[in-house]
């Protein structure tokens, strides 16, 4: 093994454990081009983040990582995320990832990783787990669940349907909350802002451009409307790998004819969640 190679594959690695993105574009083009060319350099990062537990995803000539599950180091555990989260009870946490994924349903519109909307708001994801939930409880759907799958669920369609649509407070604008569907989605909306996976309207990460740059006339109107979500190059770089990597027992629970633009994928698949 060459020490040279060697070297530079730990750079990648460590780079990329810090969070930074490494890129065709961006400051370290040289590291990338070194993982895309010299095939011993590729194999040790490819080997080093496999050991580690962590799963490396290539989109748009970048790299990203994502903690594997159970991974005790760069995971998080469930009290870890619902303190991220601003929540307290284990049935809220379960309804976050069932936000999350439908959030992600909301974008992809079929099974096909490359036909996703420009962008969310806010009520179209209440209006899509609205939906789901309705999927789940509906028995004629013909959908097969365990006693635990059953409980599972019918806890979360539980807790959705607890909530109001909105508050009173919120008509004036939504915020993040756990005593409404809209405060609810909004407060999820602000964790995958904070893991860089969505941005609102024109908040952009260094180095990332999205549509909508093309269209900053349209979003004066965006406030009117209620405000958009964007996806990240780091989302779309983790959910349309997923499609090749993980078609899991809860996408085949939820693909029915009520929500067939299922993309396959829970919240703790971002941050790869351990058991305690």
Same mark, same amino acid.
């Given at each position: 093994m060459d020490s040279r190679n060697?070297?530079?594959?730990?750079?990648?690695?460590?780079?990329?454990?810090?969070?930074?993105?490494?890129? *065709?574009?961006?400051?370290? @083009?040289?590291l990338y081009q070194e993982y895309s060319t010299n095939a011993e350099v590729y194999d040790i990062v490819q080997m080093s983040l496999k050991k580690m537990n962590l799963n490396l995803y290539e989109y748009k000539n970048a790299l990203y990582v994502s903690?594997?599950?159970?991974n005790a180091v760069f995971g998080y555990t469930n009290e870890e995320l619902k303190k991220e989260l601003g929540i307290k009870l284990n049935k809220e946490l379960y309804l976050a990832y069932f936000v999350v994924y439908n959030t992600i349903t909301s974008f992809y519109t079929d099974t096909a990783a490359t036909t996703y909307a420009e962008y969310v708001r806010i009520e179209d994801v209440v209006e899509n787990v609205d939906k789901a939930i309705n999927g789940i409880i509906d028995k004629s759907a013909g959908i097969v669940l365990d006693e635990v799958e059953e409980n599972s669920?019918?806890?979360?369609?539980?807790?959705? *349907?607890?909530?109001?649509? @909105?508050?009173v407070e919120e008509q004036s604008g939504v915020r993040a909350a756990r005593n409404s569907k809209a405060g609810f989605v909004k407060m999820v909306f602000n964790f995958l802002i904070s893991?860089?996976?969505?941005?609102?309207?024109?908040?952009?990460?260094?180095?990332e451009?999205?549509?909508f740059d093309k269209n900053a006339a349209a979003l004066s109107e965006?406030?009117?409307q209620g405000a958009r979500y964007y996806p990240t190059d780091r989302f779309r770089a983790l959910i349309e790998n997923y499609f090749d990597d993980y078609r899991g027992r809860f996408s085949q629970l939820l693909m029915s004819?009520?929500?067939?633009?299922?993309?396959?994928?829970?919240?703790?698949?971002?941050?790869?969640?351990?058991?305690?």
């Open positions: 060697l070297d530079r594959a730990l750079d990648i690695v460590s780079r990329l454990i810090m969070g930074e993105n490494v890129s *065709e574009k961006g400051a370290d @083009a040289a903690a594997g599950q159970n669920f019918k806890q979360i369609a539980m807790s959705w *349907e607890e909530l109001p649509a @909105a508050t893991q860089e996976l969505l941005v609102e309207n024109q908040t952009l990460y260094p180095g451009r999205t549509q965006s406030s009117a004819d009520k929500q067939k633009n299922s993309a396959a994928v829970v919240g703790a698949d971002f941050q790869g969640e351990r058991e305690e």
